[in-house]
């Protein structure tokens, strides 16, 4: 028998496998209740397919501590994007049998690469821009012999998360700089015995071989003009502003590559008919960029430690977001995506009302919990309440089981408002720090002062903006309390949890009306339908509403 294993067995003795099968079966099962864990394998699916289908719904839903997927997350990054820089351009010459000594023809160096942003669905955070503090691109290639131009260097396209506002914090334009240097250059006299355009030596590539002092005596033609692409034309104006809040079909240009330099053949002229002299290749610019996520999901959840935030998104979505019976489990968000299906595994596809583009997911975000006075910065505190304020629909979690859920609410809902409070008292100090003031300002300064700031002038009142201060301002939200909500009472798998719901959905009627306070305490608050959804986010019922309902609120 020993001879007969082996992978041929099932087709040279298709009889004998069926028996070694029907032997091995009652092995396999026993070592399977020995492992519990390998329940959820491929080869217990196989066997009890619906049994197993409910133990991994169950395990994704209750899992241990230990069973989750790390988040790596951020919410802001600042980067300086480096162009490439051109090529070299060759020095070469003509040579051939009988013909020994040919006219010039080195080829042009290969232009930079360039960088270009995309906003794309599927991104949900910038950690991957946060970690690089540069990205640069590709340098063109030098051009070569026998005409032969440099290749052009490798384009870097930086995809975002949609929602991704991007700032731009300081640039370094070397043609810029150089074309400034020229015009000052054109402005002033010429000093005896200068002659112009060969003032920087450091621009121009001698041919292979030569000493450095050969090049510090070689003389040199007036130095061509810098030269910008073509592709330059299409860079976005300085100082770069983007709100890239819709997903974004085509890459867009942000920093074009330099140009490469010029060949040997470009210098040939009746005084110099053998050039042994090329340019360099243009410098790349660079520019530091500062990204801010302005939206960080569709929904998110807001709710008080240990609620059941990340139960309900593991209920929603494939999220394999951390899961524990203490708080702060989650420390940072974690991002899910619900598919709005038709439960029969195709996407759903809806339109945005708002922009027309077709809708067939909705992000979600669970945030880490929320305690009384985090707007002081308690427990995670602010850093916490900024995601609060780039979500477009709060969904409240409350647990049903802890306590009354209406004094939950209310302390959420507090919380929200103070910190609106706070952030409001924030940009008005930020505007005021920024902002210098003369009063009776005279004119003549304007000129000088345009260079490095900007100038308004409202009336008598001049003011000036210094953009020397690199900090940029906070960016403007839409205030929290103007989002549209609704409530997530979760854990109503518990007994007794039956009369706390009811008291909820008795305050949110009294709040229709108006009969109550809004809890925010705040003017122009959102005034939509209120609802509270009642789950069981642990055995995954109820849930189903949700998307729905959100969608909903979406659309409004
Ligand atoms: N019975 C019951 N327990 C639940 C339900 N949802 C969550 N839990 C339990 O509540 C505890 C906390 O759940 P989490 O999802 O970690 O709560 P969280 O709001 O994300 O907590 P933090 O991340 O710490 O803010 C866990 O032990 C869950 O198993 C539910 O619907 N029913
Ligand atoms: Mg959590």
Redesign the pocket.
């Known amino acids: 028998m020993a001879r007969l294993q082996g992978p041929l067995l099932p087709f040279l003795h298709p009889c004998l496998e069926s028996t070694l099968l029907r032997l091995h079966r009652p092995l396999n099962l026993l070592s399977l209740s020995l492992y519990p864990r390998r329940l959820q394998s491929t080869e217990s699916a196989s066997l009890e397919q619906p049994q197993t289908d409910t133990l991994s719904q169950i395990s994704h839903l209750?899992p241990s501590p230990t069973d989750y997927g790390r988040t790596i997350f951020a919410d802001k990054a600042t980067v300086t994007l480096s162009a490439g820089s051109g090529g070299h351009g060759c020095i070469s010459f003509l040579r051939e049998k009988f013909i020994d000594a040919g006219p010039a023809n080195g080829g042009d160096g290969g232009s930079g690469g360039s960088i270009y942003i995309q906003a794309v669905r599927g991104e949900t955070s910038l950690h991957k821009l946060a970690r690089r503090s540069i990205i640069r691109a590709g340098r063109g290639k030098n051009g070569q012999g026998k005409s032969k131009g440099g290749t052009r260097g490798e384009d870097v396209l930086v995809q975002v998360p949609v929602g991704t506002f991007v700032r731009e914090v300081s640039r370094h334009d070397p043609i810029a700089e150089e074309e400034e240097n020229r015009r000052l250059e054109e402005g002033s006299e010429l000093v005896e015995g200068e002659t112009r355009g060969t003032w920087r030596r450091d621009k121009w590539v001698l041919y292979p071989a030569s000493t450095p002092s050969e090049y510090a005596t070689a003389e040199f033609p007036p130095l061509p003009r810098p030269r910008r692409s073509n592709l330059m034309m299409a860079q976005p104006e300085p100082p770069i502003e983007l709100d890239l809040s819709e997903p974004m079909e085509k890459p867009m240009l942000l920093a074009a590559g330099a140009m490469g330099g010029l060949g040997n053949p470009h210098f040939v002229s009746s005084s110099d008919r053998r050039p042994k002299f090329a340019t360099r290749g243009e410098e790349g610019m660079s520019v530091t960029l500062e990204l801010e996520l302005k939206l960080l999901a569709d929904v998110g959840f807001v709710?008080m430690?240990?609620?059941?935030?990340?139960?309900?998104l593991r209920a929603l979505s494939r999220s394999r977001a951390r899961?524990?019976?203490?708080?702060?489990?989650?420390l940072q968000p974690n991002i899910g995506t619900m598919v709005l299906d038709n439960s029969r595994g195709r996407p759903q596809v809806q339109v945005n009302r708002a922009s027309g583009e077709p809708r067939t997911q909705i992000s979600v975000a669970?945030i880490?919990?929320l305690i009384p006075n985090a707007h002081l910065d308690k427990g995670l505190g602010l850093g916490f309440l900024r995601h609060v304020e780039r979500a477009q629909v709060l969904a409240f979690?409350v647990d049903l089981s802890a306590g009354d859920v209406v004094e939950a609410l209310n302390d959420l809902w507090k919380e929200l408002g103070e910190f609106e409070t706070l952030r409001g008292m924030e940009t008005n100090m930020q505007t005021e720090s920024r902002v210098v003031e003369w009063k009776a300002f005279s004119r003549s300064t304007s000129s000088a002062s345009a260079h490095d700031g900007t100038v308004a002038r409202n009336d008598e009142n001049i003011i000036i903006e210094p953009s020397g201060s690199k900090s940029l301002t906070a960016l403007p939200m839409a205030p929290i309390s103007s989002k549209p909500w609704f409530v997530v009472a979760?854990?109503?798998?518990?007994e007794g949890t039956q009369a706390n719901f009811a008291k909820l959905q008795a305050y949110l009627t009294a709040l229709a009306s108006g009969t109550v306070d809004h809890p925010s305490k705040r003017k122009n608050v959102w005034k939509g339908r209120l609802a509270a959804i009642p789950?069981?986010?642990?055995?995954g019922e109820g849930v189903d509403q949700i998307p729905e309902w959100t969608v909903g609120l979406l659309d409004d």
């Open positions: 209750n709710g430690p240990n609620a059941g935030k990340s139960t309900l899961v524990g019976d203490w708080a702060f489990t989650t669970d880490p919990g979690v979760t854990k109503a798998d518990l789950v069981s986010a642990i055995r």
